[in-house]
């Protein structure tokens, strides 16, 4: 679906990850195909059709998934509005669960954050930055990060400061809310962050 003059990619609210050869065979598969399913959000359209943490999805529209990367490459030709329909592999049977492929809720935004990038974030204030000693008073401020998460593996810290998501300018909490739901690819985002007087440029793959 076309608007606002560009193609607005869809979210699953799914994250996967490869299936090594350990994996394949606790699985108990004849090959090393497919990705498995590690989360799964709750008000995601993937979730209300049924997909679960454990799933592992082998085909999508008929196609062979061959890799995380395949997945992600063949997700990026679905829209907002598409259709998908997965084949997945589930206590050993195969079953199709067809998902519509939707734009990220704004009220889902907290929940995206914590649990897709594992950051909870404060809205940056002048009152803030003093009583905190940040060396800016914009931008949406790190107060915890999850360990084991996208942002912990790449070294995000309580105090950093995100200033652009996919760069577009992240000044306040209602900027961060709007880049969010208008995220492209929620699979790799590219943050900016502040920390101290210091920027550097992070992608995360959730």
Do not use: C
């Not at 997909?51 to 085909?59: P, Q, S, V, Y």
Request: charged share 30%; net charge positive.
């Amino acid at each position: 679906m076309i608007r606002y003059g560009k193609v607005r990619r869809g979210w699953l609210g799914v994250s996967v990850q490869e299936l090594d050869a350990q994996l394949t065979r606790h699985f108990k598969l004849d090959r090393q195909k497919g990705v498995l399913v590690v989360g799964v959000a709750e008000s995601s359209s993937a979730g209300k059709a049924g997909l679960k943490r454990g799933d592992i999805i082998i085909a999508i529209d008929d196609h062979d998934v061959k890799n995380k990367s395949d997945f992600r490459g063949r997700m990026a030709s679905y829209t907002v509005s598409s259709s998908v329909r997965f084949s997945i592999l589930r206590d050993g049977k195969v079953m199709k669960i067809r998902v519509r492929v939707t734009a990220i809720p704004k009220s889902y935004v907290k929940e995206f954050s914590r649990n897709w990038l594992g950051l909870l974030l404060q809205e940056n204030s002048e009152r803030f930055a003093r009583s905190n000693r940040l060396a800016t008073s914009k931008g949406m401020v790190v107060v915890e990060v999850v360990p084991n998460s996208a942002s912990g593996r790449i070294g995000i810290k309580p105090g950093d400061i995100v200033r652009q998501m996919n760069q577009k300018p992240v000044d306040n909490e209602e900027d961060y809310n709007k880049a969010v739901a208008e995220l492209n690819n929620p699979d790799r985002i590219l943050l900016l962050v502040q920390r101290g007087r210091q920027g550097y440029y992070v992608t995360l793959e959730p």
